[in-house]
């Protein structure tokens, strides 16, 4: 692919977190062993430079922004374009690697400002059989999930007071009418968002255990209630973003969000 070295592969997390970098690392390289970005995960204080991954230290946690701001100041002198992720969604499955570079190559030919790889939904405007057009307008337009970002792009949307949560709900009313945003035809990556609040979910820790069976934690679990009620109420989400008309979801998403 004659762009793809114009993309880094980016990991941002914070020092409370290192128990699950190692556990990531190992999926990520079982499930992508042909990964051919640059990879590096973000951390505070505390370096992790294993499986192929490089550190960038951002030193003392403030907010999820300015961690991610930092980082990227580093990666754009090198890069124009980063693969964004975060260190609780470890990869599970195999990963087609043609489809992703393939795909991204023809997003940085577009010049495009933002490639969704990870999705339940389907772009509304095809552009080539890698992805197609985002809606202007709709709730979750953008996400820090397994999605390309043109760097200074992202730089510029950014707020530093901002937590991650607060990019995504915050974030898709400054994105909402910009152009050259776009969405996988397909789902590239199999994840499991395996803490939630800083715990552990039963049913995410068995997935893992399945596949690193030495898995050692350190933090406690979600209790059964906690569980299903965090279940249940992303059920209703996907339904109601699969059923509900576009033009009215950011109107009630209010709803879901008060």
Same mark, same amino acid.
């Given at each position: 692919?004659?762009?793809?070295?114009?993309l880094t592969?980016?990991?941002?997390?914070?020092?409370?977190?290192?128990? *699950?970098?190692?556990?990531?690392a190992? %999926?990520f390289? #079982?499930?992508? =062993?042909d990964?051919?970005?640059? !990879? /590096? &995960?973000?951390?505070?204080?505390i370096?992790f430079?294993?499986?192929g991954?490089?550190?960038?230290?951002?030193?003392?946690?403030?907010?999820?922004?300015?961690?991610?701001i930092y980082?990227?100041?580093?990666?754009?002198?090198?890069?124009?374009?980063?693969?964004?992720?975060l260190?609780?969604?470890?990869?599970?499955?195999?990963?087609?690697?043609?489809?992703?570079?393939?795909?991204?190559?023809?997003?940085?030919? *577009?010049?495009?400002?933002y490639?969704? %790889?990870?999705? #339940?939904?389907? =772009?509304?405007?095809?552009i080539? !059989? /890698? &992805?197609?057009?985002?809606n202007?307008?709709?709730?979750y337009?953008?996400?820090c999930?397994?999605?390309?970002?043109k760097?200074?792009?992202?730089?510029?949307?950014?707020?530093?007071?901002?937590?991650?949560?607060?990019?995504?709900?915050?974030?898709?009313?400054?994105?909402?009418?910009?152009?050259?945003f776009?969405?996988?035809?397909?789902?590239?990556?199999?994840l499991?968002?395996?803490?939630?609040?800083g715990?552990?979910?039963?049913?995410?820790?068995?997935?893992?255990? #399945?596949?690193? =069976?030495?898995?050692?934690?350190?933090?406690? &679990?979600?209790?059964?209630?906690?569980?299903?009620k965090?279940?249940?109420?992303?059920?209703?989400?996907?339904?109601?973003?699969k059923y509900?008309?576009?033009?009215?979801?950011?109107?009630?998403?209010?709803?879901f969000?008060?």
């Amino acid at each position: 692919m004659k762009k793809i070295n114009n993309l880094t592969f980016l990991v941002l997390s914070c020092d409370k977190y290192s128990d *699950l970098w190692e556990p990531y690392a190992q %999926l990520f390289n #079982k499930y992508w =062993p042909d990964c051919p970005f640059d !990879k /590096y &995960f973000a951390t505070n204080q505390i370096p992790f430079d294993e499986y192929g991954f490089k550190s960038i230290l951002m030193g003392k946690d403030k907010t999820w922004s300015i961690g991610l701001i930092y980082a990227l100041n580093n990666l754009k002198n090198k890069y124009d374009y980063v693969l964004l992720t975060l260190e609780d969604l470890f990869i599970i499955e195999k990963v087609d690697n043609d489809f992703i570079q393939k795909s991204i190559d023809e997003f940085i030919s *577009l010049e495009g400002n933002y490639l969704k %790889l990870y999705t #339940k939904t389907k =772009p509304y405007k095809k552009i080539n !059989k /890698y &992805f197609g057009e985002i809606n202007k307008n709709i709730p979750y337009r953008h996400s820090c999930i397994n999605s390309v970002w043109k760097i200074d792009f992202l730089l510029q949307i950014l707020v530093p007071e901002e937590n991650a949560w607060e990019f995504e709900k915050l974030g898709e009313k400054r994105t909402a009418s910009m152009d050259r945003f776009y969405c996988s035809t397909k789902n590239c990556f199999a994840l499991s968002n395996t803490v939630i609040k800083g715990k552990w979910l039963n049913r995410e820790y068995r997935k893992i255990r #399945k596949r690193i =069976p030495n898995l050692i934690i350190y933090r406690d &679990f979600l209790s059964k209630q906690e569980e299903r009620k965090l279940y249940t109420e992303k059920y209703i989400l996907e339904l109601f973003l699969k059923y509900i008309p576009e033009k009215f979801q950011m109107e009630m998403m209010k709803y879901f969000r008060s």
